[in-house]
């Protein structure tokens, strides 16, 4: 397999700031280390990103809810899930240079990356990842709160909830979206690994007798799914995790990783967790939590499987995937080869100049497209250049409005992937649009 693009991490990197899809957090104060902004055109990539997620995850489906659970949450929900506890990095300083580094991330153990000094190294110690902070106007260990570090407790605490005013039982699922944070200590790669990031999490519900097949079912569904977004297969891999990096109550997790520049990298994690989180709220909380299933007249605990992804990966993913170049008439064109059901705009509206006799008619086409598909109007520069940006965000159709067009009513629309253009009637746009863009 040929490996992908040295420079394809800066090459991507550097569109994100010109085009305006990621800006680093409060840039004008120096930044924040780790912390971004995404911009004008990352705003509805990311947000496409989730929204055929939460299509294929629970708009198509009958067997899926969804769920907005909070943010914060009581130390008893971590203390139950085991976070607390475990849910920590072996840190290590440098005596020499007072650096700090994760020890399971040492090339060697004896060296310090940094400086170079031997056998430096302070004793390893745990780092708690979670963010802790406070409720209310007194500090103190009983206003402490903690910033999740992931949405599937939510989940699990709302289970009864859920299953009581759904009226759906096992095999269902509860997907969530929405943001999570971790303190780690290593962030890096751009919007690949930071402190507050966005995931794609469902857990769903199943029988314990069929938790195997439903974990073989959603790993299988979660690699096509972006295989049918357009990335290309060699670029992904389906990793089964090794015994030992198994979590103690897994019985198997896969993750789909994707090769970055750098190598591969976890996309998305499916796993099959038994039925330790539900065991766990029930016992920390004192409350009933089970599945009573009637015609068995037997009451259970459900296993889960758990497919999380991370949003803001997947749509960096989705930028590299569809990232290219070609050279044009001794030029090279930069062109993102978005599938259209993630192009941030799905319709560009171009009158050829800026003059008044065009920009009424202009308007009466971007209103006509406006509604149905996000579309971008713009009449800033000669239409050559237009037309690259529009190929640098992804947008699959241009629609120029020109001085024809007063007197034949007709519209050019151009395709992004082979520059090739139709002549398209006004009355004829709309058909001709939805046809082309799925």
Known sequence: MSQPDPDLFDKVVNLSKRRGFVFQSAEIYGGFRSTYDYGPIGVLLLRNVKDQWWRSMVQERHDVVGLDAAIMAPPKVFEASGHLENFSDPLVDCKSCNERFREDQLEDPSICPSCGATDSFTEARAFNLMFLTHAGPVEGAGHEVYLRPETAQGIFTNFMNVLNTSRKKPPFGIAQIGKSFRNEITPGNFVFRTREFEQMEMEFFVPPDQADQWYEYWCKERLDWYTGLGIAPELLRMRPHDADELSHYSSGTSDIEFLFPWGWGEL????????????????HSGERIEYFDQQANEHYLPHVIEPAAGATRSMMAFLMASYDEETVNDDTRIVLRLDPRLAPFKVAVLPLSKKDTLTPLAHEVFDMVKGRWMSDYDETQNIGKRYRRQD???????????????????VTVRDRDTMEQDRVSLDQLIDYLAERLG
Not at 269 to 277: E, H, K, L
Request: charged share 30%; hydrophobic share 30%.
């Open 268 to 283: 998305e994690g499916v796993a099959n967790r038994g039925n330790y989180d539900l065991t766990q709220h029930a016992e």
């Open 392 to 410: 640098e965000i992804g947008t699959p159709l241009c629609v120029t409005v020109d001085f024809d067009s007063l007197d034949d009513r007709a």
